[in-house]
């Protein structure tokens, strides 16, 4: 299973994006999708999570300008953000939590994580 991030770039201060991360394979089910950041200089951190069941949480510092999505049709999760601000300048990764059946028909347990994509917000 492959994770590919897309959707990054360079917007202004108060600018929206939407970054997008499709899963591809075979024989796999994503449960659990996130995505996290890495700013210059920071840790990486958690910025928003969605659930199979459709349940989401989000730092506190993107509450209320971030919406995580899926579409399971897809095996897609997307970040939609506005009223980005300087401070989100970061590499955003998405990260898959799934199953998926080895070589030898067995389930295994896996977080995958995507390539990163550079959003740059500029003030």
């Known amino acids: 299973v492959q994770l590919q991030a897309s959707g990054g770039g360079l917007v202004q201060a108060g600018g929206s994006l939407r970054l997008s991360c499709a899963a591809s394979?075979?024989?796999?089910?994503?449960?659990?999708w996130e995505w996290y950041r890495q700013g210059p200089g920071k840790q990486r951190e958690l910025v928003a999570t969605?659930?199979?069941?459709?349940?989401?949480n989000y730092a506190d510092s993107v509450k209320g300008r971030f919406t995580i999505s899926r579409d399971n049709a897809k095996d897609t999760v997307y970040l939609q953000m506005t009223t980005l601000e300087p401070e989100d300048t970061a590499v955003y990764y998405c990260?898959?939590?799934?199953?998926?059946?080895?070589?030898?028909?067995?389930?295994?347990?896996?977080?995958?994580w995507g390539q990163g994509t550079l959003v740059t917000v500029s003030s």
């Open positions: 394979g075979s024989r796999f089910r994503i449960n659990a």
């Open positions: 969605i659930t199979s069941g459709g349940s989401t």
């Open positions: 990260a898959a939590d799934l199953h998926y059946y080895n070589a030898a028909d067995e389930i295994v347990a896996e977080r995958k």
